[in-house]
C-alpha cells in the first residue's frame, strides 16, 4: 500500500518539476489579488505575533472559511511546565483535563468525547500525526515541549478534513524553524519550582543559505503535590535539517528520542478527597514510554505552485503496571498486571497546490494523499500473588498481534468571486483494521479472535466567506467527520465481552456560522455559533460493546483582544491588551439508550471563560494575569453522582524580562528571568475523573528560572 502511494505522490512532483524549470527565471510570480500568507516557519529570535485565526492559505493547505485558531506563544510570557490551561487562554472550546502530575495530554473540544489522552482530536507535530495509532488507539503519550513551539494550531470538527477524520478537529504543533544567520546560536533554560520541579531546555541552531539545523534537549522532572507515587521524569532529544538544493527546492529530514516515566498515585473517593486530597491510592502503578522517530521531506515550488511529500517511520513502547482489584477509589488485589504497546509506523503525506486563473479571478487547487501503516503487538502479564514490586510477570494473560492501515485522498478548491470566497472539499478514507489474539485466558482457545474490518467512507465538507471590510469577514462551513471503532470497541478482550453485529462508525456534521477579523491594528475579535451533530456514539453496556445514542452539542464561541495602549496612543513596542475566550455550550443526548437520553454528554460544561491581561515591552518583558473557569459538569455520560466535577475558577500569574543584554559584540548574548505563579488564589479543585476515582488538581505552585541566549 505505502509503495503505491508513494507511486501516486510522484505525479505531481513530475509534473510541478516541468512547471518550475519551464518558467523562466526573469517572471516575476503572479502574487496579484493573492491573500497575505501567515509565516509559516519562524526562528525563536523572530517573535512575530501573528493573528488568531489562520490566513486562507498556508503552504499547501486552504483554511478559507473554516474555523481556525492560532495559539502565538510570542504573545505570552515563557508558559513553563506544559501548562495546557494557559497555552489555551485564547482558545475558547478546548478543555484541559488536569493531571496530578505532568505525564499525559489529555484534551477534547465542545464536549466531543472523553479526554482521557486526546482520543477525539488529531494530534500533529509540524502536520504528522504523533498518536499511537490514529484510528486505532488514537491516544497520545508524547508532547512536543513548548519552548521548542512557536505556536499551536487548531482546526475545527470536520474542517480538519485536511488532516484526517476525528470529530473534534486537529491540533498542530508548530515548531520553530532554524536560524541560519550564524553557524551557532544557542539558548538554555533552566527552571525550578514547588514538588521539585527540575526543568532544563537547550537548543543549539545555525546553518547557512543552503543549510540549517536545529537541536534541542529536554528534561522535566518533579514529585507533583500527591504523598506518593506522583513522581514524573522526562527526556527528550531532537534534530531538524533543512537542505535548500536550489532555489525552488527543499529536502527536511528529522530524528527524535523521547522517554518518559511516571507514577500514578490513583483516584479518590469524594470523601476521601475532602479529607485529603493530597493522599494517594496506588504507591506502585506507572506508565514508561520510549519513542523513537525519523522523517524525510522533498519541498518543490513556489507560491503559485508547490509540491510536498514527507516519509516517516517511528517505533514507540508503552509500559505500564497496574495493580488489581482496582474499583472507584479503592484498591484489593495484590498483583501486578504487566501491560505493553508496541507500535511500528510507517507513514507518507503527499500535497500539491496550484494557483490558477478563472477569469479576471485567481483560484487554489490543492490535492493530497496520506497512508499510514501501523503494527501494534500488545502482551499483558501478571505477577504472582503478593509481588507488588516486579517489573515483569510470569504468567501471561493475553498477547495478540493488531495491525492498523489508513490510506486517505482529499483535495479542496477555494474560488475568488469579489468579496466571496467558496471552498468545497472532499475527503475519502479507508480504514483496515485486524486482531489477531494469540494467549487469552479469559476466553475458551476456540472463542480467540482473528478477524479484521475494513470500511471505505466519503467525506466532505463546503465553506464560504464574505469580507464585509477589508479587515472582517463573514465565515460558514458544513462539514462532516466520522468516529471508527477502535481496537478496544471492536475487539473486545474481556472473556464475557460482546460487541454488537452491527456496530457502526460514529458520524458526525459540524456546521459553523461566524464573523471574525481585524478591524484595527489594535483588536481582533471571532464570534459564531455552532451545531454539532453526533451519531452512533459508542458506549458500553453491561458486557456488550455497541452504538448507544445521539447527542447534539450547540452554543456560541467568542473570542478576542484589545490593546488599550495603542488605542489611546497609536502602534508602539509598548502592549496593555485584554483578552477573554468564552464558550457557551448546550449538549444533550437526544436518541439512543434510556440510560443517556436527555442527560449531557461527558465533559460539557455549559460555561467555559478565559480571560486575562498581557502587558509588556516588546523583546524586554511581559507580565501575564490569567483566569479561568468551568461551570459544573459530568465526567461521564450518564451523569453519576461519582463523577460529577464542580465549577471552579484558577488564576494564574506569569513574567519574564531581559536582565542583561550585551548586542555590541556581535554575539547578541542575553539573559532572561523567568517566574510565575499556577493557581495564584489556591483553588481547591479537580477537573479530571475516571473509572478509578478523582484526581485532583495541583494547587498554588510556583518557579523561577533563568534562560540564557548566546
Same mark, same amino acid.
Given at each position: 500500500m505505502l509503495s503505491r502511494a508513494l507511486l501516486a505522490g510522484l505525479v505531481p512532483c513530475v509534473s510541478l518539476n516541468v512547471f518550475a524549470q519551464a518558467r523562466p527565471e526573469d517572471t516575476p510570480p503572479a502574487t496579484d489579488d493573492l491573500d497575505a500568507v501567515v509565516v509559516v516557519g519562524e526562528t525563536i529570535s523572530e517573535q512575530k505575533i501573528?493573528?488568531?485565526?489562520?490566513? $486562507?492559505?498556508?503552504?499547501?493547505? &486552504?483554511?478559507?472559511?473554516?474555523?481556525?485558531?492560532?495559539m502565538d506563544f510570542d504573545s505570552l510570557p515563557q508558559i513553563n511546565t506544559d501548562n495546557y490551561r494557559q497555552a489555551f487562554s485564547k482558545? $475558547?472550546?478546548?478543555?484541559?483535563?488536569?493531571?496530578?502530575?505532568?505525564?499525559?495530554?489529555?484534551?477534547?473540544?465542545?464536549?466531543?468525547?472523553?479526554?482521557?489522552?486526546?482520543?477525539?482530536?488529531?494530534?500533529?507535530?509540524?502536520?504528522?500525526? #504523533? /498518536?499511537?495509532?490514529?484510528?486505532?488507539?488514537?491516544?497520545?503519550?508524547?508532547?512536543? $515541549?513548548?519552548?521548542? =513551539?512557536? %505556536?499551536?494550531?487548531?482546526?475545527?470538527?470536520?474542517?480538519?478534513?485536511?488532516?484526517?477524520?476525528?470529530?473534534?478537529?486537529?491540533?498542530?504543533?508548530i515548531t520553530h524553524e532554524p536560524d541560519r544567520s550564524r553557524l551557532l546560536k544557542g539558548s538554555t533554560q533552566t527552571i525550578v519550582g514547588s514538588f521539585d520541579l527540575q526543568s532544563v531546555f537547550t537548543t543549539l541552531q545555525g546553518g547557512n543559505e543552503k543549510f540549517g539545523y536545529i537541536l534541542n534537549y529536554d528534561h522535566r522532572s518533579g514529585d507533583a503535590f500527591r504523598t506518593s507515587n506522583s513522581d514524573f521524569e522526562l527526556n527528550g532529544v531532537d534534530l531538524s535539517l533543512v537542505f535548500d538544493i536550489a532555489e525552488r527546492q527543499r529536502l527536511t529530514a528529522s530524528i527524535e528520542y523521547y522517554e518518559s516515566d511516571h507514577g500514578e498515585p490513583g483516584g479518590l473517593t469524594l470523601a476521601n478527597y475532602r479529607a485529603n486530597r493530597?493522599?494517594?491510592?496506588?504507591?506502585?502503578?506507572?506508565?514508561?514510554?520510549?519513542?523513537?522517530?525519523?522523517?524525510?521531506?522533498?519541498?518543490?515550488?513556489?507560491?503559485?505552485?508547490?509540491w510536498n511529500t514527507r516519509v516517516w517511520a517511528s517505533d514507540v513502547v508503552r509500559?505500564?503496571?497496574?495493580?488489581?482489584?482496582?474499583?472507584?477509589?479503592?484498591?484489593?488485589?495484590?498483583?501486578?498486571?504487566? *501491560? @505493553?504497546?508496541?507500535?511500528?509506523?510507517?507513514?507518507?503525506?503527499? %500535497?500539491?497546490?496550484?494557483?490558477?486563473?478563472?477569469?479576471? *479571478?485567481?483560484?487554489?487547487?490543492?490535492?493530497?494523499?496520506?497512508?499510514?501503516n501501523v503494527r501494534s503487538p500488545i502482551f499483558t502479564e501478571r505477577t504472582n500473588a503478593n509481588d507488588l514490586?516486579?517489573?515483569?510477570?510470569?504468567?501471561?494473560?493475553?498477547?495478540?498481534?493488531?495491525?492498523? *492501515?489508513?490510506?486517505?485522498? #482529499?483535495?479542496?478548491?477555494?474560488?475568488?468571486?469579489?468579496?466571496?470566497?467558496?471552498?468545497?472539499?472532499?475527503?475519502l478514507e479507508y480504514n483496515e483494521q485486524s486482531m489477531d489474539e494469540e494467549v487469552n485466558i479469559s476466553k475458551p482457545s476456540a472463542n480467540l479472535i482473528d478477524e479484521s474490518r475494513d470500511e471505505v467512507v466519503p467525506l466532505g465538507g463546503l465553506a464560504v466567506t464574505y469580507d464585509v471590510t477589508d479587515g472582517t469577514e463573514i465565515y460558514a462551513n458544513l462539514s462532516s467527520a466520522y468516529k471508527p471503532?477502535?481496537?478496544?470497541?471492536?475487539?473486545?478482550?474481556?472473556?464475557?465481552?460482546?460487541?454488537?453485529?452491527?456496530?457502526?462508525?460514529? @458520524? /458526525?456534521?459540524?456546521?459553523?456560522?461566524?464573523?471574525?477579523?481585524?478591524?484595527?491594528?489594535?483588536?481582533?475579535?471571532?464570534?459564531? &455559533?455552532f451545531h454539532i451533530d453526533y451519531d452512533n456514539r459508542f458506549g458500553r453496556v453491561g458486557i456488550n460493546f455497541q452504538n448507544v445514542g445521539r447527542s447534539v452539542n450547540q452554543g456560541v464561541s467568542l473570542s478576542g483582544d484589545v490593546d488599550f495602549y495603542d488605542l489611546y496612543h497609536g502602534k508602539s513596542a509598548f502592549d496593555v491588551s485584554w483578552y477573554?475566550?468564552? @464558550?457557551?455550550?448546550?449538549?444533550?443526548?437526544?436518541?439512543?439508550?434510556?440510560? /443517556?437520553? *436527555?442527560?449531557?454528554?461527558?465533559?460539557?460544561?455549559?460555561?467555559?471563560?478565559?480571560?486575562? =491581561?498581557?502587558?509588556?515591552? @516588546?523583546?524586554?518583558?511581559?507580565?501575564?494575569?490569567?483566569?479561568?473557569?468551568?461551570?459544573?459538569?459530568?465526567?461521564?455520560?450518564?451523569?453519576?453522582?461519582?463523577?460529577?466535577?464542580?465549577?471552579?475558577?484558577?488564576?494564574?500569574?506569569?513574567?519574564?524580562a531581559k536582565i542583561l543584554s550585551n548586542s555590541g559584540?556581535?554575539?547578541?548574548?542575553?539573559?532572561?528571568?523567568?517566574?510565575?505563579?499556577?493557581?495564584?488564589?489556591?483553588?481547591?479543585?479537580?477537573?479530571?475523573?475516571?473509572?478509578?476515582? &478523582?484526581?485532583?488538581?495541583?494547587?498554588?505552585n510556583f518557579y523561577v528560572g533563568l534562560r540564557a541566549e548566546f
Open positions: 501573528q493573528d488568531p485565526f489562520l490566513p $486562507p492559505v498556508v503552504g499547501t493547505s &486552504i483554511y478559507a472559511g473554516k474555523k481556525t485558531s492560532v482558545t $475558547p472550546g478546548l478543555l484541559v483535563s488536569e493531571l496530578s502530575n505532568n505525564s499525559l495530554l489529555s484534551l477534547n473540544y465542545r464536549g466531543i468525547g472523553d479526554p482521557h489522552e486526546s482520543q477525539n482530536l488529531m494530534v500533529l507535530k509540524n502536520g504528522i500525526p #504523533f /498518536v499511537l495509532d490514529p484510528l486505532g488507539y488514537s491516544t497520545v503519550y508524547f508532547a512536543p $515541549p513548548f519552548e521548542s =513551539l512557536d %505556536r499551536l494550531e487548531f482546526v475545527s470538527g470536520g474542517a480538519a478534513l485536511l488532516y484526517g477524520a476525528q470529530p473534534s478537529g486537529a491540533l498542530n504543533y493530597e493522599q494517594n491510592l496506588l504507591n506502585h502503578d506507572r506508565v514508561r514510554l520510549d519513542r523513537v522517530f525519523g522523517s524525510i521531506g522533498y519541498e518543490l515550488g513556489d507560491e503559485n505552485a508547490k509500559y505500564s503496571k497496574r495493580q488489581t482489584g482496582q474499583g472507584f477509589g479503592t484498591v484489593t488485589g495484590n498483583q501486578l498486571d504487566i *501491560n @505493553q504497546h508496541t507500535y511500528y509506523t510507517l507513514g507518507l503525506d503527499s %500535497r500539491m497546490l496550484l494557483n490558477y486563473d478563472l477569469g479576471e *479571478n485567481k483560484n487554489t487547487f490543492t490535492l493530497g494523499m496520506t497512508a499510514i514490586f516486579s517489573d515483569r510477570g510470569p504468567n501471561l494473560r493475553y498477547d495478540a498481534e493488531r495491525e492498523s *492501515n489508513i490510506a486517505a485522498l #482529499f483535495a479542496e478548491n477555494l474560488f475568488r468571486l469579489g468579496r466571496f470566497t467558496i471552498t468545497p472539499s472532499v475527503r471503532p477502535t481496537y478496544g470497541d471492536a475487539f473486545p478482550a474481556g472473556g464475557a465481552d460482546t460487541y454488537s453485529d452491527n456496530l457502526e462508525a460514529g @458520524q /458526525v456534521v459540524n456546521t459553523e456560522l461566524g464573523y471574525r477579523g481585524k478591524p484595527k491594528e489594535w483588536a481582533t475579535f471571532d464570534a459564531s &455559533i477573554v475566550a468564552y @464558550q457557551y455550550l448546550d449538549a444533550e443526548f437526544k436518541d439512543g439508550l434510556p440510560a /443517556v437520553v *436527555n442527560r449531557t454528554p461527558q465533559y460539557a460544561p455549559e460555561h467555559m471563560l478565559r480571560t486575562g =491581561l498581557i502587558v509588556q515591552q @516588546q523583546k524586554e518583558w511581559k507580565v501575564a494575569a490569567m483566569l479561568t473557569y468551568l461551570a459544573d459538569h459530568f465526567a461521564d455520560d450518564g451523569n453519576s453522582a461519582n463523577f460529577a466535577i464542580p465549577a471552579y475558577t484558577v488564576v494564574d500569574l506569569t513574567a519574564e559584540d556581535g554575539t547578541g548574548t542575553e539573559l532572561w528571568a523567568l517566574c510565575g505563579i499556577n493557581n495564584l488564589l489556591d483553588e481547591e479543585y479537580f477537573s479530571r475523573v475516571r473509572g478509578n476515582g &478523582i484526581d485532583p488538581a495541583v494547587g498554588r
